[in-house]
């Protein structure tokens, strides 16, 4: 198995902590959330607000299940259109009340049945995209584990994005990209080497911003070590952000974005 295979499935097993152990390691108060006013609550997306060191904050993230109950549940952390437009609407009111949004992403992808496809799936992710880029309040986001495609990206669109060490984030899966690309799902070592799709590669490509460190024991093991990490960045980064004016928050997020084009081989 390839390093970055080792990385991936270090991502998608099962015991990794979830959005709502981080959100519990994390911040006070959480007060979740549910519906998108349309049609119903999505188990995939968990969201609300919450306080970090005497801050209010708004915290969204993918929810993935360490149980077959759990994953049910959650539909094994792919969120259906409701779920991103759920996500949108605590984003909303997170700028009319002026307070930043945290993302947790964790998802091989949206899901993708036939039901997702009539209730707009495509339009929900696309919307997402477009509202995240111009909204007014700051956005961090972290990725807490796999970050599949349009399923991840529609969380992403942030000011800084940073992601654990044991990380991923692509346009799909190795799985996929091998049976796609050459139809031979056996070269999957070599797709995942040729994606580039670990933190490391995406702190080098200007993708990521940050990466931390997860415990040699297993993160499952020692969740603290990673979240105390994560809570020096938040202490740090949260009041430059809340400091800047409106025009200087979303010129500086235009700007990151622009950037993607400057990648190293």
Do not use: C, F
């Given at each position: 198995m390839s390093?970055?295979?080792?990385?991936?499935?270090?991502?998608?097993?099962?015991?990794?902590?979830?959005?709502r152990q981080f959100i519990d390691m994390l911040f006070d108060d959480f007060l979740e959330f549910h519906g998108d006013r349309y049609f119903k609550d999505d188990g995939a997306i968990v969201g609300g607000i919450a306080s970090f060191q005497g801050q209010p904050i708004t915290v969204i993230g993918i929810q993935k299940?360490?149980?077959?109950?759990e994953n049910v549940t959650c539909n094994f952390g792919q969120p259906n259109p409701e779920g991103y437009r759920k996500a949108l609407r605590l984003m909303k009111q997170a700028e009319k009340f002026k307070r930043p949004v945290i993302t947790l992403i964790n998802t091989a992808g949206a899901y993708c049945g036939v039901g997702a496809e009539e209730r707009g799936q495509g339009e929900a992710i696309a919307r997402n995209l477009m509202e995240m880029s111009r909204l007014k309040t700051p956005i961090i986001s972290i990725f807490i584990?796999?970050?599949?495609?349009?399923?991840?990206?529609?969380l992403a669109v942030a000011d800084t994005v940073w992601m654990l060490e044991h990380g991923?984030?692509?346009?799909?899966?190795?799985e996929g990209f091998a049976s796609i690309l050459w139809r031979d799902?056996?070269?999957?070592?070599?797709?995942?080497?040729?994606?580039?799709?670990?933190?490391?590669?995406?702190?080098?490509?200007?993708v990521i911003d940050r990466k931390f460190t997860e415990s040699p024991n297993g993160i499952e093991k020692d969740l603290p070590y990673t979240t105390d990490q994560i809570s020096e960045a938040l202490k740090e980064t949260l009041p430059e952000l809340m400091a800047l004016s409106t025009e200087e928050l979303l010129e500086k997020r235009y700007a990151r974005f622009r950037q993607y084009g400057e990648f190293e081989e």
């Open positions: 390093e970055t295979m080792k990385t991936v499935s270090i991502a998608r097993k099962i015991q990794r902590p979830t959005t299940g360490q149980t077959l109950e584990g796999e970050g599949g495609s349009g399923g991840a990206l529609a991923m984030y692509s346009v799909l899966s190795p799902s056996s070269r999957v070592d070599e797709a995942a080497e040729l994606m580039r799709m670990t933190a490391d590669h995406l702190l080098q490509n200007h």
